[in-house]
């Protein structure tokens, strides 16, 4: 397939709509909050900002995972891991910029490691004051355990229910580690009480707004990657992998290569994720590895319609703002809630909302077109 095609593939209806929302967001939220007054109707507050931000770092995970459940039927429930490790990743970046203004002073450790009379810095900390390794690390960490781990798995054809198991597993040995207080991640507690990324205050007006606009991006480059994946003849083999993946490999591709590629493009963007979800939120810890996190992301793809992208990222924004207002407003219905809305979907809305709604209107341009060669076929007659 030429490049042509691809890039018009990629800017169809539902893609053209998605980016120029995203390039509104990026324009409309930072001049809102920066002219607009604060009794406007239409000003967005600072606050406001860093929550969208956070909703749009969780929609760079549903895309992620909904590249390899939508397109390849990998039903991972692992993958709030890489999104965690992204976020360790960032977080250790971003404890090195505290140096000695932390509640201890100690020009190099973390309070943490102060408090546990740890005497030097571990080696795998080293480096990770400079933000270029800092970034790569948020790539490769995530990237290399779904490298690894999906070797392992696709070569020995673990599939279906047992994949997905397995990868909750390891999201949950990860989860348990990082407890522990002899990591030196910061145990039960995580990493928090960030100053400053790139020389400027996390807290600043300017630098949640330009950690807003990164997220946006992110998302951007994400649907490019994710889009140009599943529309190139690499995305047709994908296809066929989720839908006949025993015909796949008898006709003679490698079916393991193309799932251990999906699958550690997905976990780095994951990774991406998490690094842009931490400096907004202000904290990473161990929960961010529970495996509840993680089912609550394929629910996420579920309600915006899973092997559409844009409904992973939909869904993602749609239940994380009903998540925000129910938390609230009645806190101990939540999860019920979430609950409900799974078993609704599920039932009665089984391609999500992106999905439903382009099938309907699939059904109606075929009843058209029915309708119109009728018509031709009459007046022939």
């Known amino acids: 397939m030429t490049r042509r095609p691809i890039l018009l593939a ?26 607009l007054p604060e009794t406007s109707p239409l000003h967005v507050p600072t606050y406001a900002v860093s929550l969208l931000g956070k909703y749009l770092s969780y929609a760079l995970l549903a895309l992620a995972l909904d590249l390899v459940w939508g397109y390849c039927g990998i039903l991972s429930l692992g993958h709030g891991a890489f999104f965690a490790l992204g976020g360790y ?52 960490v995530p990237g290399l355990l779904a490298l ?83 529309t190139s003849t690499y995305g047709k083999v994908l296809i066929a992998i989720r839908d006949a993946e025993s015909r796949t490999r008898f006709l003679g591709y490698r079916v393991e290569h193309y799932k251990l590629v999906a699958f550690t493009v997905s976990a780095m963007m994951a990774g991406v994720a998490g690094a842009l979800y931490v400096p907004q939120v202000g904290i990473i810890n161990p929960s961010e590895f529970s ?17 559409t992208l844009v409904g992973a990222a939909l869904g993602a924004v749609v ?18 809630a979430l609950g409900a809305l799974f078993i609704v979907v599920t039932l009665y809305l089984p391609k999500g909302i992106v999905g439903t709604l382009s099938e309907r209107r699939e059904k109606r341009k075929a009843m058209a077109t029915a309708k119109t060669a009728g018509i031709a076929a009459e007046a022939a007659e």
């Open 10 to 35: 990629m800017l169809d209806g539902k893609g053209a709509i998605f980016l120029g929302v995203l390039a509104a967001l990026a324009v409309l939220v930072p001049l809102s909050n920066l002219f």
């Open 89 to 140: 990743a960032m977080g250790m970046y971003l404890m090195r910029q505290i140096g000695p203004r932390g509640v201890y002073g100690h020009p190099v450790l973390p309070d943490f490691m102060v408090f546990l009379n740890w005497q030097e810095l571990p080696w795998y900390w080293s480096g990770f004051d400079i933000f270029p390794l800092a970034a790569l690390m948020v790539l490769a």
């Open 148 to 230: 690894v781990f999906g070797w392992l798995a696709f070569r020995s054809r673990v599939t279906g229910v047992y994949l997905s198991i397995i990868t909750q597993a390891m999201t949950f040995a990860l989860m348990l580690a990082f407890f522990r207080n002899d990591m030196g991640l910061g145990g039960n507690n995580g990493l928090t009480d960030f100053k400053d990324i790139l020389g400027f205050s996390v807290q600043a007006q300017g630098t949640r707004l330009a950690l807003f606009v990164a997220t946006v991006i992110a998302l951007a480059l994400g649907y490019g990657v994710a889009r140009y994946m599943v």
């Open 291 to 307: 495996p509840a996190n993680s089912i609550e992301a394929v629910v996420w793809v579920a309600v915006g319609g899973r092997g």
């Open 319 to 336: 239940v994380n703002m009903a998540k925000s207002w129910l938390t609230g407003a009645l806190p101990e219905l939540w999860l019920f």
